[in-house]
């Protein structure tokens, strides 16, 4: 059975950094997309980057490019996000997320979140 365990979050002034980990167990890391997702208090959740199984490729928000990256390391099962220039907008519990499928870019699988705050 997939796990996802996010880990780093916490409380951070405006223009500060934070980077995330998503520890995965549960299957062979190599073969499957990562991504990450945000939901905003009182809003929908949003997209916030993905990246391919080899981690050769990324993909951004327009609301994040230039200020996070997503990095994996496929020896330790993990996935990052790194956050920097941290906006008050940024606010958000961060799920990491993976796919069912291998060499797919769906994301049908969530970590529990963990809570990123951004004091302005």
């Known amino acids: 059975q997939v796990q996802l365990v996010e880990s780093g979050g916490g409380l951070v002034q405006a223009g500060g950094s934070l980077r995330l980990s998503c520890a995965v167990s549960?299957?062979?890391?190599?073969?499957?997309?990562m991504g990450w997702f945000r939901q905003p208090p009182g809003k929908e959740r949003e997209f916030v980057g993905t990246?391919?199984?080899?981690?050769?490729?990324?993909n951004y928000a327009d609301s994040v490019k230039g200020r996070f990256a997503i990095s994996r390391d496929n020896a330790k099962n993990t996935v990052y996000l790194q956050m920097n220039s941290l906006k008050p907008e940024d606010t958000a519990v961060y799920y990491c997320?993976?796919?069912?499928?291998?060499?797919?870019?769906?994301?049908?699988?969530w970590g529990q979140g963990t809570q990123v705050t951004v004091s302005s």
């Open positions: 997320v993976t796919s069912s499928e291998p060499y797919a870019m769906t994301f049908d699988y």
């Open positions: 549960g299957r062979t890391f190599s073969m499957y997309a």
């Open positions: 990246i391919t199984w080899s981690g050769g490729s990324t």
